[in-house]
């Protein structure tokens, strides 16, 4: 995800590895499959879908449950952990307040569920039987989902409705256990192994569908049916709409789709869209889906990303869009294909994304944003977030390895995960050239595709090229910029 913010809200704000089901490797054909189905309402505002979900078990432990996290909740009245920030709110709930939910309709195929977690965030279903290493079992739910009237990543919108982390999410599993978190309103919380999707998406014919995957949509009674399919990734996503225009162009066999509300540059976009899937498959490794869909719609950030669908926000400035599409691209390769920790080490897909936006920008100046501006703007940021931090709170631990609840707010996360680690990887190029550079970003891609990478594992890839330990430097907080 991309946040964009001016620094007055910022000083504003400063005052008030896995283990276990990791079959996503190149080696592993056996990954979690996930089939829904399911039927948008819009009189009620609601989804109904069941969800039938085989788990393999590809590690070494017997299980005798499994865990799902239940992202709508974070929607619902009296939710600890909030979707959206006070920064945001009044842009998101454009008719006020609003609220959503997931309730679990039914079951089958296990002895019992129960939802808990810090914040009912966590679905946990005991098994029938115990789910022994190289196993697999199946698990069907039934569920309900109440959308808030939000612009955000579930909702309805006031012009697209947004089917984002609507299912219940099997947890990643890492070292001790399934890893269980909760809501954030910096960043994205989202931590997920590579899995097969089969869905099935009912909706009103008066509506378009965007989405990532192979699929086609067919019409009947009035409705229209998606029916889609996805392997290899890291979640789906749809986003619906009355008013969606469509253009597309194919780029070294890629079809780029681009679905839009009001852009009055609409060939620009595509073009920027199309122009970063042709540079980073070339700098970085091939762009492994079969099509890649870019769609503008009311979202209160910048961006945000999912695996073969990005999201770019309707009021971007004309000055910002390239900056921003290249951003969610990169989150193709930096978060759906090469994964991490998103939760625990935000900064690690965040600084990726955004300097590889650097780097598109640098090979395409038609986009009108130089790389040296764009560094400078980085820095500027960073060091007067520096400046107000140390003056008004006295504080100075500036390390980059720290989860979404420990930022306080918005503007340290941006400074942090984003401004930093564009920083950091610019003078880690200064040093490194920029051929030595790219061999390590293409040693990270080939290494971890299809898996969840560590920080450590990124800091690796660099190996033999001196700059391990400016790098640690950085993340780790020893250094001064």
């Known amino acids: 995800m991309r946040k964009i913010f001016a620094c007055a809200f910022g000083a504003f704000l400063i005052v008030g590895a896995a283990a276990g089901f990791t079959g996503c490797g190149k080696t592993s054909v056996k990954r979690t499959r996930y089939s829904i189905e399911g039927e948008y309402l819009p009189a009620e ?7 039938t979900v085989t788990v393999p078990n590809l590690g070494e432990e017997t299980l005798e449950s499994l865990s799902f996290e239940l992202w709508p909740n974070a929607y619902r009245e009296g939710a600890k952990y ?25 079951i089958e195929g296990a002895k019992s569920y129960q939802i808990g977690g810090e914040d009912k965030n966590i679905l946990s279903v005991a098994l029938n039987e115990p789910l022994f290493p190289d196993e697999s079992t199946s698990v069907t739910l039934g569920f309900d989902v109440k959308l808030a009237n939000v612009n955000h990543r579930l909702g309805v919108g006031e012009r697209n409705i947004t089917l984002a982390n609507f299912y219940p999410a099997l947890c990643a599993r890492g070292e001790e256990g399934y890893l269980e978190y909760v809501y954030a309103s910096c960043g994205d919380p989202f931590v997920s192994e590579c899995s097969d999707f089969d869905v099935k998406l009912t909706f009103p014919s008066e509506y378009e569908i965007a989405y990532g995957g192979a699929g086609e949509v067919s019409s009947s009674q009035g409705k229209k049916t998606l029916s889609m399919k996805s392997e290899k990734v890291r979640d789906v996503a749809f986003v619906l709409g009355k008013d969606l225009k469509y253009m597309q162009k194919s780029i070294g066999g890629v079809c780029v789709e681009y679905y839009y509300l009001d852009d009055s540059s609409p060939d620009t976009t595509l073009q920027a869209a199309t122009g970063s899937i042709e540079y980073f498959s070339g700098a970085f490794g091939n762009y492994e889906y079969p099509k890649y869909t870019l769609v503008q719609t009311d979202f209160p950030y910048g961006g945000m990303e999912y695996s073969g669908l990005a999201m770019i926000a309707a009021n971007l400035r004309e000055d910002e ?17 090469v994964g991490s920790n998103q939760f625990e080490n935000p900064w690690l897909d965040e600084s990726l994304a955004e300097y590889s936006a650097a780097l598109f920008l640098e090979n395409h100046p038609e986009c009108g944003i130089t790389y040296a501006d764009f560094i400078k703007q980085s820095e500027n940021g960073y060091r007067a977030y520096f400046s107000v931090k140390s003056q008004l709170s006295g504080e100075k631990d500036t390390g980059m390895n720290r989860s979404l ?27 490194t050239g920029e051929k030595a550079f790219l061999s390590a970003m ?20 660099f190996r033999g090229s001196n700059v391990e330990d400016l790098l640690r430097s950085f993340v780790d907080g020893k250094c001064v910029i």
Not at 405 to 431: F, P, Q
Not at 442 to 461: H, S
Request: with cysteine; proline share 2%; hydrophobic share 35%.
């Open 442 to 461: 293409r040693r990270y891609f080939e290494d971890f595709n299809g898996k969840i990478a560590t920080p450590e594992d990124f800091i690796a890839c």
């Open 45 to 51: 505002g609601r989804l109904k879908a069941s969800m």
């Open 82 to 106: 909030a979707p959206v920030s006070e920064l945001y709110g009044d842009s998101a709930y454009y008719n006020g307040k609003s609220y959503g939910g997931i309730d679990i309709t039914s």
């Open 321 to 337: 869009v390239a900056a921003v599409v290249a951003h969610e691209t990169a989150h193709q390769w930096w978060y759906s294909m």
């Open 405 to 431: 609840t420990s930022y306080s707010g918005e503007y340290e996360y941006r400074n942090l995960a984003y401004d930093k680690g564009v920083i950091m990887l610019d003078r880690v190029r200064m040093l």
